[in-house]
């Protein structure tokens, strides 16, 4: 094989009469070059290229199936162990529904790029290698080997499975080493054998192989054009094998010469007619569009290879795209071939290094180089003078002035007879004002000016010349500037204008405009109208200084040349923004990406852009004069196709992502975007949102990455709009939802268990809360009847015990007294009182000692409510409320009293005939106490009591010692209602039983 394709190089680069011709370093005819190899993230190997509908570049190449932006190159992934884990990739397929096919080698078979990822076709026994795949009329998938294989070679895709199809197709043993489709949508077909090869046709709704009677040269290609003809590409060059009718052409004459290399490599037709043809180890040749009709006036091509920026010299695929860009796959890497906006015409030589001059006359235009004089407006280009020139300028009505260190003379119609330069020798510069002098600067840089009768010097209070630049302003004067003035010379007089304020720098030009002059320095540009002088500077508007060359044309627009970039905008706009400092100034950029080249040297003086009667703007350029057609500079209305291309997390990423979820615990993540068909990719601009983290659009600029960290579990939505070169935004742009699953830590039952735990811990602080302030309570309960029961005891020993021994030493006494003593009723009568003392003293002493512990609280409320004496009209109904629980001893004790009080208030001032009472057993114990009486008035409710009295404020006080709360209310119906509410631990009687009980033993 290797000694095969040496031969074969050998014979090719030894074909006589072929000649090619080198494009230069800067340019490859009218398109400019960028490459990208393995350095820029490019694949090796690139067999072959397509473009997807939504804009995407895929690269089938050695390493595997890649996809371009025109940014960045993204590697789709394969399947872990599948077979095409380490195949490549020797052929694309895009379908009419948009799917890209994919076909290997290594007999890994076919797959479908789809949702992401690559999907298996399921081929059984695949051949070595897939090297072209065809959709049929009906969607069918005809997968082709073209190479080292006589049988097994074609294999259809119906139903969703591959069949072998040689037989079905009534394919002929051979090769297949071509295919291509014709307007009326049949494919020709080559197969040959070693020593020949014959033409086949077939038709997509028919897919059986025909013989078309034509043997062809066994080592060919073919390629399609923009009008659906066929061209045949071998050992003799290109010519026409099918016409646009469907109809076989014999005999066609050749278009194109041969090309160095394989005729094997594909060949393209791009949007302007030229041809394209990749040569497998020559570079890429490319030839302008030539008549069909008249082959031999076809131009040379240009052949582009690495010695001149290439990839790679092994070029092996090229496509044209849907923005007409030419695509080259190469060994090495990846290449495009893009039309610039900046166009050289070919007819204007000349020495680049030796610099070029430019002269404006009216419509005239001309172009002076090392090799003459180029008259390029009106009409076409043509060489008017052979001679070169020290420098030119445009004359007041016709012609222009050359200027040499030996004479000045004019041209018009015709070269007139030289005359002498100025005595002090010249700066090269020269203009002509309206009445007719020739201006020039000499040698002192001073100006003078001649006429019929020789050279004329100026007045010597006329500033000299600071700029070397001499120009003709609108109104026909000679000007210059002068430091930080402008001059303008007026007969024998010269008009000065200052410029005011901070110094502009250096001066970098002085250029006419429509009506105004205009100067432009490092730091600012001045407009000069009549003596107005109105200021830009670079601190507000920064891109404006520096300028260069200034072009104002008749459609409104003006012209801004910098060393990088040429500006267009409105004429009425810059002129909005010299007089109001706060507006602002939109503009049309253009720069080196789109074709536009590294500007003059400064030191090459004289105007150094203009705008032709033809609408054409040139400039002189560092490697010669170019044009521009404005006209062809249409804006981009097209909003771009926004993508999100992927988004990783946790080691993983995921292309062309869509509702994913997230494993638990991910935090972080990175998504990828960016927006497709753009005649400059990197002028692309993005805005980004992540609902929900992002407070608002965040402008990224030209970066189409974004890194999220610190992300919780739950649903996010991530939005990116983008706009192109011409600020045409995609305000729908793309939409990203995805979902992280939290962990066991941050999901709702962890949560849920955190709250009950929380509640928990609240719940048995505040159990524990309320068990202390009952066990303080209990306590001083306990104190009060540890009290009690010392001061019976004391009454009982002492008091009691005292009394009653002297009443018994009194009725001894008194037994003693005669019975008719007048002093005996009296004594017995203290004795009988003191008796009755010592009854009523041992009953308080038994109250003291005798509690109502474990009493039921509704006898006790009956007890009171019999010893209060209540008529017969008045009843008593006492409700109970869950299972009665015995009280505390002194929780009776103080029942007791709360209850005696309020019963007392309601026999002596309710007037009621009825009397309810509920008594509630619940976590809380509730006495409640109403009547149907004229109840409590306001203002005794108001302030708690009457004047002097004390039993409301003493049932509050008793209420509160318990830990509880007690309230008075009128009731709507009429009558009182009293509520206790005491806490149940501190209410009832402890039992020892439950977990607080026994928690709060310990």
Same mark, same amino acid.
């Given at each position: 094989?290797?000694?095969?394709?040496?031969?074969?190089?050998?014979?090719?680069?030894?074909?006589?009469?072929?000649?090619?011709?080198?494009?230069?370093?800067?340019?490859?005819?009218?398109?400019?070059?960028?490459?990208? &190899?393995?350095?820029?993230?490019?694949?090796?190997?690139?067999?072959?290229?397509?473009?997807?509908?939504?804009?995407?570049?895929?690269?089938?190449?050695?390493?595997?199936?890649?996809?371009?932006?025109?940014?960045?190159?993204?590697?789709?992934?394969?399947?872990?162990?599948?077979?095409?884990?380490?195949?490549?990739?020797?052929?694309?397929?895009?379908?009419?529904?948009?799917?890209?096919?994919?076909?290997?080698?290594?007999?890994?078979?076919?797959?479908?790029?789809?949702?992401?990822?690559?999907?298996?076709?399921?081929?059984?026994?695949?051949?070595?290698?897939?090297n072209r795949l065809v959709e049929l009329a009906d969607g069918t998938v005809l997968a082709i080997k073209s190479q080292d294989a006589l049988d097994n070679r074609t294999f259809l895709w119906r139903g969703g499975r591959w069949t072998p199809a040689d037989k079905?197709?009534?394919?002929?043993?051979?090769?297949?080493?071509?295919?291509?489709?014709?307007?009326?949508?049949?494919?020709?077909?080559?197969?040959?054998?070693?020593? &020949?090869?014959?033409?086949?046709?077939?038709?997509?709704?028919?897919?059986?192989?025909?013989?078309?009677?034509?043997?062809?040269?066994?080592?060919?290609?073919?390629?399609?054009?923009?009008?659906?003809?066929?061209?045949?590409?071998?050992?003799?060059?290109?010519?026409?094998?099918?016409?646009?009718?469907?109809?076989?052409?014999?005999?066609?004459?050749?278009?194109?010469?041969?090309?160095?290399?394989?005729?094997?490599?594909?060949?393209?037709?791009?949007?302007?007619?030229?041809?394209?043809?990749?040569?497998?180890?020559?570079?890429?040749?490319?030839?302008?569009?030539?008549?069909?009709?008249?082959?031999?006036?076809?131009?040379?091509?240009?052949?582009?290879?690495?010695?001149?920026?290439?990839?790679?010299?092994?070029?092996?695929?090229?496509?044209?795209?849907?923005?007409?860009?030419?695509?080259?796959?190469?060994?090495?890497?990846?290449?495009?071939?893009?039309?610039?906006?900046?166009?050289?015409?070919?007819?204007?030589?000349?020495?680049?290094?030796?610099?070029?001059?430019?002269?404006?006359?009216?419509?005239?235009?001309?172009?002076?180089?090392?090799?003459?004089?180029?008259?390029?407006?009106?009409?076409?280009?043509?060489?008017?003078?052979?001679?070169?020139?020290?420098?030119?300028?445009?004359?007041?009505?016709?012609?222009?002035?050359?200027?040499?260190?030996?004479?000045?003379?004019?041209?018009?119609? +015709?070269?007139?007879?030289?005359?002498?330069?100025?005595?002090?020798?010249?700066?090269?510069?020269?203009?002509?004002?309206?009445?007719?002098?020739?201006?020039?600067?000499?040698?002192?840089?001073?100006?003078?000016?001649?006429?019929?009768?020789?050279?004329?010097?100026?007045?010597?209070?006329?500033?000299?010349?600071?700029?070397?630049?001499?120009?003709?302003?609108?109104?026909?004067?000679?000007?210059?500037?002068?430091?930080?003035?402008?001059?303008?010379?007026?007969?024998?007089?010269?008009?000065?204008?200052?410029?005011?304020?901070?110094?502009?720098?250096?001066?970098?030009?002085?250029?006419?405009?429509?009506?105004?002059?205009?100067?432009?320095?490092?730091?600012?540009?001045?407009?000069?109208?009549?003596?107005?002088?109105?200021?830009?500077?670079?601190?507000?508007?920064?891109?404006?200084?520096?300028?260069?060359?200034?072009?104002?044309?008749?459609?409104?627009?003006?012209?801004?040349?910098?060393?990088?970039?040429?500006?267009?905008?409105?004429?009425?706009?810059?002129?909005?923004?010299?007089?109001?400092?706060?507006?602002?100034?939109?503009?049309?950029?253009?720069?080196?990406?789109?074709?536009?080249?590294?500007?003059?040297?400064?030191?090459?003086?004289?105007?150094?852009?203009?705008?032709?009667?033809?609408?054409?703007?040139?400039?002189?350029?560092?490697?010669?004069?170019?044009?521009?057609?404005?006209?062809?500079?249409?804006?981009?209305?097209?909003?771009?196709?926004?993508?999100?291309?992927?988004?990783?997390?946790?080691?993983?990423?995921?292309?062309?992502?869509?509702?994913?979820?997230?494993?638990?615990?991910?935090?972080?993540?990175?998504?990828?975007?960016?927006?497709?068909?753009?005649?400059?990719?990197?002028?692309?601009?993005?805005?980004?949102?992540?609902?929900?983290?992002?407070?608002?659009?965040?402008?990224?600029?030209?970066?189409?990455?974004?890194?999220?960290?610190?992300?919780?579990?739950?649903?996010?939505?991530?939005?990116?709009?983008?706009?192109?070169?011409?600020?045409?935004?995609?305000?729908?742009?793309?939409?990203?939802?995805?979902?992280?699953?939290?962990?066991?830590?941050?999901?709702?039952?962890?949560?849920?268990?955190?709250?009950?735990?929380?509640?928990?811990?609240?719940?048995?602080?505040?159990?524990?809360?309320?068990?202390?302030?009952?066990?303080?309570?209990?306590?001083?309960?306990?104190?009060?009847?540890?009290?009690?029961?010392?001061?019976?005891?004391?009454?009982?020993?002492?008091?009691?015990?005292?009394?009653?021994?002297?009443?018994?030493?009194?009725?001894?006494?008194?037994?003693?007294?005669?019975?008719?003593?007048?002093?005996?009723?009296?004594?017995?009568?203290?004795?009988?009182?003191?008796?009755?003392?010592?009854?009523?003293?041992?009953?308080?002493?038994?109250?003291?000692?005798?509690?109502?512990?474990?009493?039921?609280?509704?006898?006790?409320?009956?007890?009171?409510?019999?010893?209060?004496?209540?008529?017969p009209d008045v009843s008593l109904d006492i409700t109970t409320q869950g299972a009665s629980r015995p009280l505390a001893a002194l929780v009776a004790e103080e029942l007791s009293a709360i209850a005696n009080e309020a019963l007392f208030n309601t026999r002596r001032?309710?007037?009621?005939?009825?009397?309810?009472?509920?008594?509630?057993?619940?976590?809380?114990?509730?006495?409640?106490?109403?009547?149907?009486?004229?109840?409590?008035?306001?203002?005794?409710?108001?302030?708690?009591?009457?004047?002097?009295?004390?039993?409301?404020?003493?049932?509050?006080?008793?209420?509160?010692?318990?830990?509880?709360?007690?309230?008075?209310?009128?009731?709507?119906?009429?009558?009182?209602?009293?509520?206790?509410?005491?806490?149940?631990?501190?209410?009832?009687? +402890?039992?020892?039983?439950?977990?607080?009980?026994?928690?709060?033993?310990?």
């Open positions: 094989m290797l000694c095969a394709l040496a031969a074969l190089l050998a014979l090719f680069f030894a074909m006589p009469g072929v000649t090619f011709a080198q494009s230069g370093v800067d340019g490859f005819g009218p398109y400019m070059h960028t490459r990208w &190899t393995a350095a820029d993230g490019a694949p090796i190997g690139v067999a072959s290229i397509a473009q997807t509908p939504d804009g995407w570049i895929w690269l089938g190449s050695a390493r595997g199936l890649y996809r371009f932006d025109g940014v960045t190159f993204e590697r789709a992934p394969t399947p872990p162990g599948s077979r095409f884990e380490r195949a490549s990739v020797r052929t694309l397929l895009v379908s009419r529904a948009g799917e890209l096919w994919v076909g290997f080698n290594k007999a890994a078979g076919v797959a479908v790029f789809r949702g992401g990822r690559l999907v298996d076709t399921g081929m059984t026994n695949p051949p070595d290698a897939i079905q197709l009534n394919v002929p043993r051979g090769n297949i080493s071509a295919a291509c489709q014709s307007r009326d949508g049949t494919y020709w077909i080559g197969i040959g054998l070693p020593s &020949t090869a014959a033409l086949y046709h077939f038709s997509p709704r028919d897919p059986r192989f025909v013989s078309a009677n034509r043997q062809l040269d066994t080592v060919m290609s073919c390629a399609s054009d923009r009008d659906g003809r066929v061209w045949l590409r071998d050992r003799q060059g290109l010519r026409l094998l099918v016409d646009a009718a469907g109809r076989l052409v014999s005999n066609a004459p050749t278009l194109l010469p041969p090309t160095p290399g394989f005729a094997l490599a594909p060949a393209i037709f791009d949007a302007h007619g030229g041809v394209w043809q990749a040569t497998g180890a020559a570079g890429i040749v490319w030839s302008p569009a030539a008549p069909v009709s008249r082959p031999a006036i076809a131009p040379q091509g240009l052949r582009f290879t690495a010695a001149q920026g290439l990839s790679d010299d092994l070029t092996i695929f090229v496509l044209a795209d849907s923005e007409n860009n030419i695509w080259v796959g190469t060994d090495m890497g990846l290449d495009r071939f893009k039309r610039s906006i900046a166009q050289s015409d070919p007819l204007i030589s000349g020495d680049p290094a030796e610099g070029y001059m430019l002269a404006q006359t009216g419509p005239e235009l001309y172009i002076a180089s090392s090799n003459g004089v180029f008259q390029v407006a009106p009409g076409a280009t043509r060489k008017i003078i052979d001679d070169s020139l020290g420098g030119i300028c445009g004359g007041a009505t016709t012609g222009f002035w050359a200027v040499n260190l030996a004479n000045y003379f004019r041209f018009d119609s +015709a070269r007139r007879p030289p005359f002498a330069p100025p005595p002090a020798g010249t700066m090269g510069r020269c203009a002509e004002d309206r009445t007719g002098r020739l201006w020039s600067i000499d040698a002192r840089r001073r100006p003078v000016w001649h006429d019929a009768s020789g050279w004329h010097d100026v007045s010597d209070k006329i500033p000299g010349a600071g700029h070397s630049n001499l120009v003709t302003t609108p109104q026909g004067e000679a000007a210059y500037t002068s430091k930080d003035r402008l001059i303008r010379l007026v007969g024998d007089q010269a008009r000065v204008t200052p410029f005011p304020g901070a110094s502009i720098g250096a001066v970098t030009m002085v250029a006419p405009g429509r009506r105004d002059m205009f100067v432009a320095g490092e730091d600012a540009l001045l407009r000069i109208r009549g003596d107005a002088v109105a200021r830009i500077d670079w601190r507000r508007i920064p891109w404006i200084v520096g300028v260069r060359a200034l072009v104002q044309a008749d459609d409104g627009f003006t012209w801004i040349r910098s060393d990088r970039a040429l500006t267009r905008l409105s004429t009425s706009a810059l002129d909005r923004a010299f007089d109001d400092p706060k507006a602002t100034l939109a503009r049309t950029s253009f720069d080196e990406r789109d074709g536009l080249r590294a500007f003059l040297q400064p030191f090459f003086v004289g105007p150094s852009m203009a705008m032709a009667s033809d609408g054409r703007l040139w400039e002189l350029d560092r490697n010669g004069p170019s044009f521009i057609d404005p006209a062809s500079l249409v804006a981009d209305r097209r909003p771009p196709p926004v993508v999100i291309r992927s988004i990783a997390a946790g080691g993983a990423t995921y292309l062309d992502p869509a509702n994913l979820v997230f494993a638990p615990g991910t935090r972080s993540l990175d998504i990828a975007f960016t927006a497709l068909r753009q005649k400059v990719p990197e002028r692309a601009r993005f805005r980004y949102q992540l609902e929900g983290v992002d407070d608002g659009w965040v402008d990224a600029g030209a970066k189409r990455t974004v890194s999220y960290s610190n992300l919780g579990p739950g649903a996010y939505r991530f939005r990116v709009i983008a706009a192109n070169g011409d600020g045409v935004w995609n305000k729908d742009g793309a939409t990203l939802s995805f979902r992280i699953k939290p962990t066991f830590v941050q999901s709702w039952p962890f949560y849920a268990l955190c709250a009950l735990a929380f509640a928990a811990v609240l719940y048995g602080v505040y159990a524990l809360r309320v068990r202390a302030v009952a066990n303080s309570i209990r306590s001083h309960m306990a104190e009060r009847l540890s009290e009690r029961e010392r001061i019976a005891r004391e009454l009982h020993d002492t008091l009691l015990q005292s009394v009653q021994s002297l009443t018994l030493r009194f009725q001894l006494a008194v037994d003693d007294l005669p019975k008719n003593e007048p002093a005996r009723p009296a004594l017995e009568q203290a004795i009988d009182r003191a008796d009755d003392l010592i009854v009523q003293g041992r009953d308080r002493v038994r109250d003291l000692r005798s509690l109502h512990g474990a009493a039921d609280a509704a006898q006790i409320v009956a007890d009171v409510y019999a010893q209060q004496g209540f008529g001032h309710a007037g009621a005939s009825r009397v309810d009472v509920l008594i509630d057993y619940g976590r809380a114990f509730t006495l409640r106490i109403a009547d149907d009486g004229r109840g409590i008035p306001e203002d005794v409710l108001a302030q708690g009591g009457r004047d002097g009295h004390y039993g409301l404020s003493g049932m509050h006080e008793r209420g509160r010692k318990l830990g509880g709360s007690l309230a008075l209310a009128r009731r709507p119906t009429g009558g009182t209602e009293l509520t206790l509410i005491v806490p149940g631990s501190i209410a009832y009687a +402890a039992s020892g039983r439950g977990l607080l009980a026994r928690f709060g033993k310990r």
